[in-house]
């Protein structure tokens, strides 16, 4: 078996085991694999080794940009070791490879316009340089194909640094997937399934082929949701008209202005004094061709055309956006949900948004997975296996679901419930924040350094801060929602140097956030996250819908739409600390509704949670224990 270190732990030797069993046996395997096992060897391992054997290709599937870089190095170290010629190709958003400037702004959909509009008029010099106007490949990139193909397995920066210049990095990353053994890439490429029949037709590569690893897959449910689903506000027509007039498409123009009242009309018969209601795909489409006197389909391909013009001189159209919701419109019933509601939008301006939500993510990802050889969903969050299963339409008779023990010292983790305090809705008065707000402080000058505390929204962590204002000698580091992605980067920067500061640092940022998952902080990085109340979802009609669907479904409407979804938010959250098996740290959480069944049974079984009142004093008795 192909692995890439000497030495290979028992919990690996088992997850190793069961993986090479799944493949061979042409079955699916869930394993709720905790951090520090070694997970990315211990699958790629022996996904390689049978996929050689057998001619299989391996898909290995993460949403997290380290992640590659961890799955390219596992590669090479394997073609290191065993001297085996192993092909790889890491692929990350095609935007994210392309040689044009300023796209990083694009939505994924966006960029894809812009890109086709870009090659079909031949106006990418860096696509024309790959395969000149006769799609022919050209002699240079030739060679530089020849060259990634000596160093593969190479990460995507690195191919990007060596092509960006002179070439379309994300054309020769594909023509090497051709003779690539492993592929690295996000869920989006597979389980959107018109960029799926597009890449892997590429890659000349099947489902039935290969092996899928899904890593982080407690993200896989609401990923593909998101991917199938789609929304349009009447801010966006509103741009797409004027963009429209502004490129002479005043028909368009025009019609684009009726869609507005469109949605004004709806608004007044649907929502009367409420500020959402479903409506059907008939009473939209109906409101609409009356409006703008427009034949729904010839509507939205017109619009279409129209945003293939204006992006040949723009990168980004707002008639593409208004038009490729239209036509997703069009879709099935079965397994969505179609909103109309009015919300703040910027500048607290009124928005009137209508949404087609998938409920079920099971629609595309269990034609993938069943259509595979198998599958295998990783994480250190997935618990229960059996709702995984579920959502993601694993067939039951093909699946197994395994749960696999720390690699963890457990004298080093305590998790501990506080019961003392809760952010219920019916308890959020100025005393139960102020009780919170003390509790946090007295639990954080129990830790010896770097502190992050994660609230269930921004609006509570602002409620909250006044009554922690000034109560700690740690430095305090706010997150909040205007940061941009840099700003946050910096925050979290200058958050891990206070770690060597005396007193430390003490985080403020959300449960469901970008501080609080996808984030390493071990060691003295974070020694204790607190993660203040259940982030449950606003009852609104997306989560009455959510929870109507899986009762229907599955019969457990409350547990797959209400409660699981907001205990992974929460354990993500807690899982930023305990980063490394020789990391010592405290997570609590403090809500006294995470000591009830129906809260308690989402912990990873393996955190042993201990529930009390005395948290800041367990947690320095802990500390002090070293
Ligand atoms: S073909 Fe390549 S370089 Fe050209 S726009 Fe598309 S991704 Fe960018």
């Known amino acids: 078996m192909y692995f890439p270190f000497e030495k290979i732990r028992p919990i690996q030797q088992e997850l190793i085991n069961d993986v090479t069993h799944a493949i061979d046996t042409k079955r699916h395997l869930i394993a709720h694999a905790p951090t520090g096992l070694g997970k990315t060897a211990a699958t790629l391992g022996p996904a390689l080794t049978v996929a050689l054997e057998k001619g299989y290709s391996v898909f290995f599937l993460t949403p997290k940009h380290s992640q590659h870089q961890i799955a390219i190095e596992t590669l090479q170290k394997i073609k290191q070791k065993h001297g085996i010629d192993v092909k790889a190709t890491d692929l990350i958003g095609k935007k994210w490879m392309c040689s044009h400037g300023g796209v990083e702004r694009l939505s994924s959909k966006e960029f894809n316009e812009f890109c086709k509009s870009l090659r079909e008029g031949e106006k990418c010099t860096f696509y024309n340089a790959v395969f000149g106007t006769k799609n022919q490949l050209q002699g240079s990139a030739m060679d530089m194909l020849m060259g990634l193909k000596k160093k593969s397995p190479i990460h ?3 191919l990007f640094e060596m092509c960006k210049e002179d070439f379309c990095s994300y054309e020769l990353a594909s023509l090497l997937g051709k003779d690539s053994q492993v592929i690295i890439a996000d869920y989006y490429h597979i389980f959107q399934p018109s960029v799926r029949q597009f890449f892997l037709g590429r890659l000349k590569k099947e489902l039935k082929n290969s092996i899928l690893i899904i890593d982080e897959g407690h993200n896989l449910p609401s990923r593909v949701r998101d991917i199938l689903s789609a929304k349009l506000n009447n801010f966006i027509i509103n741009r797409a008209a004027k963009e429209a007039k502004a490129f002479h498409f005043d028909d368009l123009s025009e019609a684009l202005e009726n869609l507005n009242n469109t949605f004004y009309n709806l608004k007044k018969s649907a929502l009367k004094n409420s500020k959402e209601a479903f409506i059907s795909k008939k009473d939209f489409i109906d409101e609409l061709q009356t409006t703008t006197q427009w034949a729904y389909e010839d509507l939205y391909s017109d619009l279409e055309s129209a945003s293939a013009e204006i992006r040949k001189s723009a990168k980004k159209s707002f008639v593409g956006s208004v038009s490729e919701f239209l036509e997703m419109w069009t879709g099935d019933d079965a397994g969505y949900s179609r909103i109309l509601r009015t919300k703040l939008g910027h500048s607290e301006r009124q928005m009137i948004e209508l949404s087609y939500n998938c409920l079920s993510p099971a629609i595309s990802a269990g034609e993938v997975i069943n259509e595979s050889v198998s599958t295998i969903l990783m994480s250190g969050t997935l618990v229960p296996g059996e709702m ?20 963890f010292p457990p004298e080093n983790r305590l998790v501990l419930i506080d019961t003392n305090t809760t952010t219920k809705f019916t308890s959020r008065t100025a005393d139960e924040f102020q009780k919170i707000a ?16 994660f609230f269930p929204s921004y609006y509570i962590l602002q409620a909250i801060l006044p009554f922690m204002e000034g109560k700690t000698a740690k430095e305090v580091f706010i997150d909040s929602s205007e940061l941009k992605k840099s700003q ?36 003295d990085f974070l020694k204790c996250a607190i993660v203040v109340g ?17 009762d229907y479904k599955y019969n457990k409407g409350w547990d797959y739409g209400y409660t699981h979804p907001a205990m992974t938010r929460a354990i993500q959250a807690a899982g930023r600390c305990i980063r490394r098996p020789e990391d010592k740290g405290a997570v609590v959480f403090l809500d006294k509704r995470f000591a009830w069944g129906s809260y308690l049974k989402c912990l990873p079984p393996e955190w042993k949670p201990i529930a009390t009142k005395l948290t800041a004093d367990k947690i320095k008795r802990f500390f002090n224990s070293q």
């Open 438 to 453: 003390r509790d946090c402080i007295d639990i954080v000058k129990s830790v010896p350094n770097n502190c992050a505390i």
């Open 534 to 550: 259940v982030p449950l979802a606003n009852p609104d009609l997306a989560t009455k819908s959510l929870i109507e669907f899986y």
């Open 488 to 523: 946050r980067a910096e925050l979290l920067n200058q958050f891990k140097l206070a770690a060597s500061n005396g007193n430390g640092g003490l985080l403020l940022a959300v449960q469901g956030g970008s501080m609080s998952e996808g984030i390493d902080l071990p060691g």
């Open 388 to 407: 995984y299963r579920d959502l993601l339409g694993f067939p039951e008779n093909r699946t197994d679901l395994k749960t696999y023990a720390s690699p």
């Open 156 to 158: 995507a920066e690195e």
